[in-house]
C-alpha cells in the first residue's frame, strides 16, 4: 500500500526533474552570489549593502524561475499565474526557511545546524512546490 502510494518518488520523471531541480538551484546560488560580489565590490558606494543583497536575490530568483520553468519541470504556460505562484510560493518558503531557522537556533544555539535545517525544509518545499503547483503538469480528460 505505501510503496504504491509513493511510486511516483521512483517514476523516471522526478529523477530527472531532481537532477535538473539541483543544476537550477545551484545555478540560482551562484547568480545570487557572483551579483552580490560585484555589487559590493565595484558599485557598494552607490548602492548599500542592503540593496545589493536585493538585486542579488532578485536575480538569482529569475534565474531559479526560468531554468525551473522552461528546463527542470518543462512548462509550457504562458500565463502570468505561473509567475505569481512562484513568487508566491518562493515567499512562503521564507517565511519557512527563517522560521525553522530560528527553532533551531534554540533549541540547539548552532547557527550552521540552524541554516543546514532551514536550507534543506524551504528547498524540499519548494521543489515540492514547484512540481505539484506553480508548474503542475494538467492530464489530459
Partial sequence: MIKESLSW???QPT???????LVAGISAVATDSLTY?????????YVGYDV????????GTVVAYTVNKFWTFE??????????AFLT???LTLGLNVSVNRLVLQLTQQSLLAFLAASACSTVANFFGQKFWVFKETLPT
Avoid: T
Wanted: aromatic share 18%; net charge positive; glycine share 2%.
Fill in 89 to 91: 510560493l518562493y515567499i
Fill in 52 to 59: 545589493a543583497k536585493f538585486v542579488s536575490f532578485l536575480s
Fill in 75 to 84: 512548462s509550457k504556460d504562458k500565463s502570468f499565474s505561473e509567475a505569481a
Fill in 15 to 21: 529523477r530527472r526533474q531532481l537532477g535538473r531541480y
Fill in 9 to 11: 518518488v521512483n517514476a
Fill in 37 to 45: 560580489f560585484l555589487l559590493v565590490h565595484w558599485v557598494l558606494a
